[in-house]
């Protein structure tokens, strides 16, 4: 750990007034959760006070894990990491942390009672350092870039060892940081050691200030991704339900605005020349399930629920996806997908998910979450960069009236992935090279 870091003057007052800052928003949230507890709005439960520092469960192993990540995506990502930590170790306890409700009920999915589950406490000292008490880890993993300086301080304060794994630092945020080195300069010298996605994350840590000591080039675990027999069986399901054999389909995950609209623009036009083409629509967040099925609905398109379990007839145009964890499954079932967040300006989401299934993709100019990924796609010929409707009309047909020319894109992106395992063994190399005090 990095015990001979001392702050300065200056920079213990920039955190002191950066905490004070959160005694203003502390009350307003608390009001919040109480107002959402009573009206029973879903994942606004007592656990929810974790985000307080208040957890039930205190941790009394001697080697146990905390592990951070945002939201879905982010859980979804060190999946595989975990499994092979718990078979590793089957008494190995887990805690993962999130930020969302969303994310919270991905981990309860895909993990069951196998690891626990927290909200992440506001960046308070004391919920910080209550809560870390309580689970007692002896090392805390942050996944991609949810950097918080207070989470930082404490792990130091404590003498935890603290890891970014899978580290993600974009040229803006890099920016961001550099506007107040005083508050987030110490906070990367109190990390013990940071895995860098690839060559942009690494440069732009060391544009940062971080030692290249501490800075390890693992490549990115979303290439070790795997498809489980439950994905399969999932995907299989959804087929037979929804009498979809006969058709020719295009997945559009984790859309955004104004995604679906332009994906529908471009399938309204492609339907005429292909009566059996099918659109399926799985938006990011479940909070705009509803706003979307509205716009379809305004539009007179012929749209099945997926809640509502009805095969789909021969005139149903789009089939939305209003349910959570499916995602993976439906990319199995596309000829073509299309990853949104790149044409809002997201940065795209995850393009191997569908490259795993050996669909080629679709996406917008935006993606600067993954650069690496879409670049190693983008050159094998698995990813197609589109700007528009008209452009996604015209990837489209190219690919549906070549099926050897589809397949051979698909096959592309499966090969990507092969080709660049291994991030999840050099993720836990180093974190075995870092023995706790």
Known sequence: MTTSFKPSTKQKIVLLGYSLLWLLIIPFALCHFFYQLIRRKPGYTKARLSRYGFTLKQGNQ??????????????VAIQNLVEQLLGNNPKQRITITTNTTTGADRVRLLFSDRVEHAYL????????????????????????MELWPNLCDQC????????????????????????????????????????????????????LGVSPDKLILTNNIKFDLSISDHDIALSQTIKTNFALEARLIIVAGSTHEPEEQILLDAYLALVTL????????????????EKVHQLLQTQNIETSLMSDAKPCTSMTQVLLCDQMGKLRSIYALADISFVGGSLADRGGHNALEPAAMAVPI????????????????????????????RQIETACKKWLDNPEQRKHAGNAGKQVLALNRGAIQKTLDVLTAFHSP
């Open 62 to 75: 001697k080697d146990s894990i905390l592990i951070h990540c945002a939201s879905v995506g982010e859980v």
């Open 121 to 144: 406490p506001y960046d308070f000292p004391f919920f910080l350092r209550f809560f870390l008490k309580r689970k007692c880890p002896t090392k805390v993993l942050i996944n991609e």
């Open 156 to 207: 130091w304060r404590l003498n935890i060892p603290i890891f970014i794994i899978n580290g993600r630092m974009s040229e803006k945020s890099t920016k961001t940081y550099q506007k107040n080195p005083s508050l987030f300069q110490p906070m990367f010298e109190k990390i013990t050691a940071i895995c860098a996605q690839d060559q942009r994350d690494y440069q732009n840590y060391l544009t």
């Open 274 to 289: 292909y009566p059996a083409l099918l659109l399926i629509i799985v938006p990011r967040h479940p909070q705009r399930f």
């Open 362 to 389: 679709l996406m917008g100019e935006s993606t600067y979450n993954n650069p690496a990924i879409c670049q190693a796609l983008t050159d094998s010929g698995a990813l197609l960069t589109v700007t528009d409707a």
